[in-house]
């Protein structure tokens, strides 16, 4: 099955430093790349929503100056939290899409500390 | 290495009869086993959970068996609907607030 691939797999900063995690689809061209959050007790909060070659659309409440999101090439996106804090320490899923199916990636726990 | 696997990419069923998702790991760690649904253009939605204590849990329409010394869960829906037509996703951790781990899902289609 395809395989999407995140970068690195967990992550400690300093608070206000600023951290990049790469989501990469390692066998197939993704059209669009999602961007998720997990909360307490397991719900995942989808950040947004990123088409190769245009912005990524937000969903509401999610700051697209703090949590940038570039979707480079078809097989590349990039989440970088700026000017991380303590409470955006969490884990950090991407799944990616070739309009099909969707892949899920295997996560990035960032501590801020 | 894929922990949490979904042998099944996709299920077509009648609408009213049952449909049955399946789920399989190999982590013995996971003690906490969740599915979501997923409509296109959409997050993944939380469905129902299950515990390693027990081995079903119910709500409405919706059943979770989990057979901890197979290493296998499922998901039932009776009687299924149209509306369930989805993407679902098997996901399992060890423990409740820990990092999750998902299957490659499963296309149900409930034809009218």
């Known amino acids: 099955g395809a395989v999407v691939s995140q970068h690195p797999s967990w992550v400690i900063c300093k608070s206000g430093t600023s951290v990049k995690i790469e989501c990469r689809s390692l066998?197939?061209?993704?059209?669009?790349m999602f961007w998720y959050r997990q909360f307490p007790k397991q719900s995942l909060m989808l950040m947004a929503t990123?088409?190769?070659?245009?912005?990524?659309?937000?969903e509401q409440g999610v700051e697209k100056d703090k949590f940038l999101i570039n979707h480079a090439s078809l097989t590349l996106s990039t989440l970088t939290v700026t000017s991380a804090h303590p409470e955006d320490s969490s884990f950090y899923i991407c799944?990616?899409?070739?309009?099909?199916?969707?892949?899920f990636g295997p996560g990035t726990r960032l501590t801020v500390t | 290495d894929q922990q949490v696997k979904q042998n099944s990419p996709s299920l077509s069923v009648q609408e009213g009869r049952i449909s049955i998702l399946n789920c399989d790991y190999t982590?013995?760690?996971?003690?906490?086993f969740l599915w979501y649904k997923k409509y296109p253009a959409e997050g993944p939605t939380f469905l129902i959970s299950?515990?390693?204590?027990?081995d079903k849990n119910e709500d409405g329409r919706f059943t979770v068996f989990l057979n901890k010394s197979a290493k296998h869960l499922s998901l039932h829906i009776v009687p299924s609907q149209p509306g369930d037509s989805a993407v679902y996703f098997c996901?399992?951790?060890?423990?409740?607030?820990?990092?999750?781990?998902f299957g490659a899902g499963t296309r149900l289609t409930v034809k009218p």
């Open positions: 799944s990616a899409s070739n309009s099909y199916e969707q892949y």
């Open positions: 066998d197939f061209q993704a059209t669009t």
């Open positions: 990123s088409n190769e070659g245009s912005k990524a659309t937000y």
């Open positions: 982590n013995s760690m996971f003690d906490y």
């Open positions: 299950i515990s390693s204590i027990k």
């Open positions: 996901a399992a951790s060890a423990g409740v607030n820990n990092d999750m781990r």
